[in-house]
């Protein structure tokens, strides 16, 4: 028997089940896994016993498996990487080792292995497992069926694993243990690592556009005696050093961005982490990342533009393709962010979809529609803002994008500049793809005295049960007193990411927030 491509066939070891036994098995999954973490330990202790670290610190010299697929046969070849499959066939031993960059097979032959090899050849292949971390110093060969592998004439043991790991198609199904257990997720779906990956060109195409343009990545407060910039509720906490409460951020600096324009810089962003202590749902995370720009001199109009000129670079570059289907709100979308964008008028949107005027409607008509259409909305401080944004999200639903939402209300937009042609009508925009709000941006109010006067009102609505409506920030007000130059601000959330890999934003998180283990339930 020759073994060549062994390790493609090979089935998994009893460790590597361990984590899904078969129905009717007499040992609970608990006892099996730790008989098997117990024996691990066991050789954990032989291998020191025989003078040799099972968690090494030496540095190892190694290529890539990526690097060595290229290396000729017959040359010398060093890999490392986590055992996954394991078979021992008498005098030759068939493993596949991965790395970062791949799997690739090695064979370890008694006849290869030197004689003062420590430990010996059977030693070494009891002593192994599979989740095991190993260097195999060797020769790069193909076997007779074009298998790529190293021949051993070394094995260094880097890290002894003490668990097993679980079977690829059994062993991790909920979606719960998955996320919880990302580093499994991670190390056997090769499409979460490829995930990581995209993520990560996401946010470096965005930094990079926005840097081509000239603008600043700037680093603004994470703790603040006054959130600002959103309408969400902040999480609270008490800071000893201070004596005094303070809340995460709700925004990616907004409010401080804006006093960076009022001391000279006219172009800045931030891409960092925000907090909002609200519910969680497939688009909607407590903790999360942003993005925010704010730029001098500009507008809602050409804010407009460049976000979409963002959109199209930043989304091409990441996925490589401006043309999606996306499943959201139990719909289909087909979206194309090559095409010409739409504009979506606020009053006039949802009038057309409810088939009344929403913008003449008491707020008593606007909760009844409410009530008709089964919505869900707390009803603690329910104002014309509130009742207006739950039928706005409704209504929303029905729109593909790509897209901009125009001509909001002012009572939703404390922080926008008011249109002069329009009473009432604010300078802003949103993205909209796939029936949702993929970004959010304005002309800032930069009227010290409107200012003012729009978070007292934000105040009085916040007294009369809205917990979302934005705190009053005096300093800020002061600040802008100094003077800001006309600004467009725009930002968004890795819910863009999350969207156009058609996926819940929980799962495009590495390790998303979850409720604590119940280890009395196991």
Not at 61 to 83: F, H, K, L, N, W
Not at 157 to 179: C, F, M
Not at 205 to 220: A, P
Request: charged content about 30%; overall charge negative; hydrophobic content about 35%.
């Amino acid at each position: 028997m020759s073994g060549e491509d062994s390790t493609s066939s090979a089935t998994s070891s009893p460790a590597a089940d361990a984590e899904s036994p078969q129905p009717g098995a007499p040992a609970s999954r608990a006892d099996v896994l730790g008989e098997i973490r117990q024996q691990r330990i066991d050789k954990v202790h032989q291998l020191r016993e025989q003078g040799i670290d099972p968690y090494p610190p030496d540095a190892v010299e190694r290529v890539s498996i990526a690097q060595a697929r290229e290396i000729a046969d017959g040359e010398p070849a060093t890999i490392a990487g986590r055992i996954m499959l394991l078979r021992p066939m008498g005098n030759l031993t068939f493993g596949q080792l991965h790395d970062e960059t791949g799997d690739m097979q090695f064979m370890i032959s008694r006849r290869d292995l030197p004689g003062d090899h420590v430990p010996g050849y059977k030693a070494l292949t009891k002593l192994l497992d599979i989740g095991d971390f190993v260097a195999v110093e060797g020769y790069r060969l193909a076997t007779r069926t074009g298998e790529l592998s190293v021949g051993a004439r070394r094995v260094t043991i880097l890290t002894k694993s003490l668990r097993p790991l679980p079977d690829k198609h059994s062993g991790l199904s909920k979606e719960e243990v998955l996320l919880r257990k990302r580093y499994l997720d991670i190390l056997l779906h090769r499409e979460i690592q490829e995930m990581i990956y995209a993520k990560a060109r996401f946010w470096r195409s965005m930094r990079r556009f926005l840097e081509d343009r000239g603008f600043t990545e700037v680093q603004t407060p994470a703790l603040e005696l006054t959130t600002g910039g959103a309408d969400a509720r902040p999480f609270v906490a008490h800071h000893n050093y201070l004596d005094t409460d303070v809340c995460l951020r709700i925004s990616m600096g907004e409010l401080w961005q804006k006093r960076l324009l009022v001391g000279g810089l006219e172009r800045t962003f931030e891409i960092g982490r925000q907090f909002r202590n609200e519910n969680q749902s497939r688009e909607h995370l407590n903790d999360y990342d942003q993005m925010e720009f704010y730029w001098a001199y500009a507008n809602y109009e050409t804010g407009m533009r460049l976000v979409g000129e963002l959109f199209r670079r930043v989304i091409s570059e990441t996925f490589g393709t401006l043309s999606f289907t996306l499943h959201r709100n139990g719909r289909e979308y087909q979206v194309d962010l090559g095409a010409d964008w739409a504009r979506y008028d606020y009053y006039e949107t949802i009038s057309q979809i409810l088939g009344f005027d929403v913008q003449s409607a008491t707020v008593a008509k606007l909760a009844a529609s409410i009530d008709d259409l089964g919505l869900v909305v707390d009803r603690d401080g329910l104002n014309r803002a509130r009742a207006m944004d739950a039928l706005w999200k409704h209504c929303r639903r029905s729109l593909a994008g790509p897209g901009f939402l125009v001509n909001e209300p002012l009572e939703v937009s404390p922080l926008a500049k008011s249109r002069p042609d329009r009473p009432g009508i604010v300078e802003r925009f949103h993205v909209i793809v796939a029936g949702s709000e993929l970004g959010n941006g304005y002309s800032e109010l930069n009227d010290p005295l409107e200012q003012a006067r729009r978070f007292e009102e934000q105040q009085r609505m916040r007294e009369a049960g809205d917990a979302e409506a934005q705190m009053p920030d005096p300093e800020f007000v002061e600040a802008l007193e100094y003077g800001m130059p006309p600004a467009c601000g725009f930002g968004l959330s890795e819910r863009v990411f999350a969207f156009f890999m058609d996926k819940s934003v929980r799962e495009c998180q590495i390790f998303p927030l979850l409720r604590p283990l119940d280890r009395d339930g196991g």
